[in-house]
């Protein structure tokens, strides 16, 4: 038995997967696969129909997409337990009771199907222990959770325990250095990525599509969870600058795109010159966080095993590659 996620355009349609008694997936909505006698074990044909359908995918997106779409046919198995998240901290728990179908009707743009039992009562993700928190923050529609012993454990099932992992630590001083230089191997959309991981690793859950706020040079909007004792509206702005400095008129444009709601955090491999950091604590202003290369280095060391978890989660391998993540870079 497994445990899976699976989201509803960020808990859109949770309450019509309860209702409907469902979960279901989209990318292929107008394509019956049954009728069309689709090989859904092949995930080449599945990248070849993936490809034809959305031509300017980057292959990071296609691979990541078509991963996720071979896992909610092939993986998600009669008798596994499914999670779906609403909007809020409350999420719904079942169990697959049926194997895939197709159905288009007015309740969801999610034909893709396969029938689940809900139970009738709903769980706060933050009477789950931090790393479990930190899997459910994904943005990705359908992954595996890791934690599985603890959803067992909620829902009263017996089950042997998996072994507690050997803490890992880390010199960051001998470490900073070749850390700081991988970072800077990394292209800009994928240093993003890395610094979504991260947040996501600190309690933050987007509330838009990665990427695609686009709105005055932010590059995510979501919900800082800290624990469950407070959440804050935030918009992150990312720089993967190596030598040039991050100046006064760039903070004050960062604060001039933020939403009336929200707080600020810039984030740059490089350094703030001083007027930024003078300016970003301005009074009668909104504050803004600030993170150099320094700090957000310390940040991926301290947070490292979840950052890796996060991102094994996610299928993003190429980017795992990318980073080499080894005893050489990481003493432990």
Not at 7 to 34: L, Q
Not at 58 to 65: F, T, W
Not at 75 to 81: L, M, T
Request: with cysteine; proline share 3%; charged share 30%.
């Amino acid at each position: 038995m497994r445990v899976f996620v699976l989201r509803a355009d960020y808990g859109r349609y949770t309450d019509v997967f309860k209702k409907h008694s469902y979960i279901g997936i989209g990318w292929f909505e107008e394509i019956n696969p049954i009728e069309n006698n689709w090989d859904l074990t092949d995930k080449d044909f599945l990248k070849e129909k993936y490809r034809e359908k959305y031509p300017t995918d980057a292959n990071m997106r296609v691979n990541q997409n078509v991963g996720q779409i071979f896992r909610f046919i092939n993986d998600i198995n009669i008798g596994d337990i499914i999670i779906s998240p609403h909007n809020t901290n409350e999420l719904i728990i079942g169990k697959v009771v049926g194997d895939l179908y197709f159905e288009e009707d007015n309740s969801s743009p999610y034909p893709w199907r396969k029938k689940v039992e809900w139970l009738k009562n709903e769980f706060n993700r933050h009477s789950f222990s931090n790393p479990l928190q930190n899997t459910l923050r994904s943005s990705l529609t359908c992954f595996e959770v890791k934690q599985k012993d603890e959803i067992f454990e909620v829902l009263g099932f017996d089950f042997p325990k998996t072994k507690t992992k050997k803490e890992i630590k880390f010199d960051s001083k001998s470490a900073y250095e070749l850390i700081r230089l991988k970072f800077l191997e990394l292209g800009a959309t994928e240093f993003e990525q890395l610094v979504s991981y991260l947040l996501r690793t600190l309690g933050f859950e987007p509330t838009q599509e990665i990427g695609k706020v686009g709105d005055g040079g932010i590059d995510f909007e979501g919900i800082l969870d800290v624990n469950g004792i407070a959440s804050v509206n935030l918009q992150v702005q990312v720089k993967r600058y190596d030598n040039s400095s991050i100046g006064e008129k760039e903070i004050r444009s960062f604060r001039g795109a933020l939403k009336q709601d929200y707080q600020g955090c810039f984030i740059t491999l490089s350094k703030f010159q001083k007027k930024a950091i003078i300016s970003s604590t301005k009074e009668g202003y909104k504050g803004i966080q600030l993170i150099d290369g320094t700090k957000f280095i310390e940040l991926f060391i301290q947070q490292y095993e979840e950052i890796i978890d996060v991102i094994q989660s996610d299928d993003n391998d190429e980017l795992l590659d990318k980073l080499q993540f080894k005893k050489s870079l990481l003493p432990i």
